[in-house]
């Protein structure tokens, strides 16, 4: 008799079952109140320009317009409506747009992650994931293409994974999300990859007369996910865009978000690692064999790669919360339709709260790109000189992008290539000093702007024929001058021993 009057005392209350709206409000807070942290990357700027070029010529480019090295060769963007979206951001409200635009994308990411769990789990197990999830995912929320498509990535996961959960199919109103998802990030590829596993446990866990009728629905809905995949303005060649990254082969090692783990100091990723296998091997908590694969297969991921610890994070738990709710203890939560009008005026009332807040914040906050480490009055300097063929260091090419200056090479990597990128790396880090030569003169270069503490840069300053025109400590710039002389020729002494 307790025991019924308490679930439906708990049914009729409206405050239950907020946890992902609370979560969502929390999480946009506290990204918008840091909004600036979300702009540090250069490419933000790129982007924000590519996605203005897209709006002005009513067409996505087909080849690239942006480097003097690669003017001219296919190029596509998978991530256009992003682009598209943080532009028409940033020409309303200024830099205030893209912050708001990603600080809402990350906030409905983790509202949909925590309504996802929390109808497997309790409240405090859901909050546990979520704070870790939050700190695997930290350092790669910034206000990029892939923030936009987190939310559909929770979407797709959860919905596949709910389908398995029940040993049923997915339901096709899923596909809108994949054809969104192609059209906001490359990332939409390991979408259509995830639906394999899920659909072998799916079929796996059914009983043996289902079997092959589920499998069967599970086939189709993958074929319908792929064509949903192509429903891009590039078709299918923007599946094989993403075979263009993957086989860039020994350049991605080379950059920062493509390199594996590093543990050699304590971070966020191996004290949740280490946590993990503590709460495991204390429980005793067993997951069925194919639940084993792919939490295994995103763990593999996130080692081999940082950027994918936002994977690790984000989809390991809907993978982990009905086999732990089944030994930790879960929760069945029942919405009564009773509450809807009340839910529906404290949604209303928190949208209206935020948006008052966020105008009220952003007109006394100014949100501005964090430039400490771009080459802000190099680049102003540079274009007194009126060059055009300028080699640059690649963490530069997004700011000249923005900033109409034709880099050399920039953040696309997957449009130079593994070799040009690699003899690029190996030239302006002197691994191979007669890169640098030969590609100054492969490119007739008029002009480097490299880092001042690069190898390069030092090596510049004593070679003949270049001469340093501008530097602070975070650019310089050196001029093609076949009068300027750093060094001479010793005298020799035929007499000397």
Not at 50 to 66: F, M, N, S
Not at 206 to 227: C, H, I, M, N, Q
Not at 256 to 263: G, K, T
Not at 470 to 480: F, M, S, W
């Amino acid at each position: 008799m307790t025991m019924s009057v308490a679930n439906t005392a708990a049914a009729a209350n409206p405050m239950r079952g907020l946890l992902p709206l609370w979560v969502g409000i929390g999480v946009y807070a506290l990204f918008l109140l840091a909004g600036n942290r979300l702009l540090i990357d250069p490419d933000t700027m790129w982007q924000i320009t590519v996605g203005q070029w897209i709006l002005d010529h009513r067409a996505v480019p087909e080849t690239d317009v942006y480097s003097f090295t690669m003017r001219g060769q296919p190029w596509i963007t998978t991530q256009w409506l992003a682009q598209v979206a943080y532009a028409k951001a940033y020409a309303v409200a200024g830099w205030s747009g893209p912050v708001v635009t990603a600080a809402t994308a990350i906030a409905v990411t983790f509202a949909l992650l925590a309504r996802f769990l929390s109808r497997r789990l309790s409240e405090s197990t859901t909050l546990v994931f979520i704070a870790a999830a939050l700190a695997l995912t930290v350092p790669h929320l910034l206000a990029r293409p892939h923030v936009l498509a987190l939310p559909v990535m929770v979407a797709w996961g959860g919905g596949l994974i709910a389908a398995a959960d029940r040993r049923g199919a997915p339901s096709f109103w899923l596909l809108p999300l994949m054809a969104l998802w192609a059209n906001l990030h490359g990332g939409f590829v390991f979408g259509l990859v995830l639906i394999a596993p899920v659909a072998l446990d799916a079929v796996l866990n059914a009983e043996p007369r289902e079997r092959k009728s589920l499998a069967l629905r599970w086939a189709a809905f993958a074929v319908a996910a792929l064509v949903a995949g192509c429903c891009t303005p590039y078709g299918w060649n923007s599946l094989l865009a993403s075979q263009k990254i993957l086989g860039l082969g020994g350049a991605l090692p080379l950059i920062m978000e493509w390199r594996p783990a590093n543990f050699g100091s304590l971070g966020a990723f191996e004290v949740c690692l280490l946590l993990g296998i503590g709460l495991a091997l204390f429980r005793g908590v067993k997951l069925p064999p194919l639940r084993i694969v792919l939490l295994l297969g995103l763990l593999h991921m996130a080692l081999s790669q940082e950027r994918s610890a936002e994977v690790l994070a984000l989809l390991a738990p809907l993978f982990l919360a009905a086999p732990l709710a089944k030994q930790i203890g879960g929760l069945e939560l029942s919405n009564s339709n009773a509450t809807a009008p009340t839910r529906g005026m404290l949604l209303a009332s928190v949208a209206v709260a935020l948006m008052a807040g966020t105008f009220a914040y952003a007109s006394v906050h100014r949100f501005e790109p964090h430039t400490r480490g771009s080459p802000v009055a190099a680049v102003a300097a540079l274009k007194q000189f009126n060059l055009a063929r300028v080699f640059n260091d690649y963490d530069f090419g997004g700011y000249l992008i923005a900033n109409g200056v034709a880099p050399f090479i920039d953040g696309r990597t997957e449009l130079y290539g593994e070799k040009f990128f690699v003899d690029h790396n190996a030239a302006s880090g002197l691994m191979e000093p007669e890169n640098l030569f030969r590609l100054l003169e492969e490119y007739r270069i008029e002009a480097t702007l490299m880092r001042t503490q690069s190898a390069a840069t030092k090596l510049l300053d004593h070679i003949d024929g270049w001469q340093k025109v501008y530097a602070d400590d975070i650019a310089t710039i050196h001029v093609r001058k076949p009068a300027a002389v750093h060094s001479a020729e010793p005298a020799v002494d035929p007499a000397a021993k």
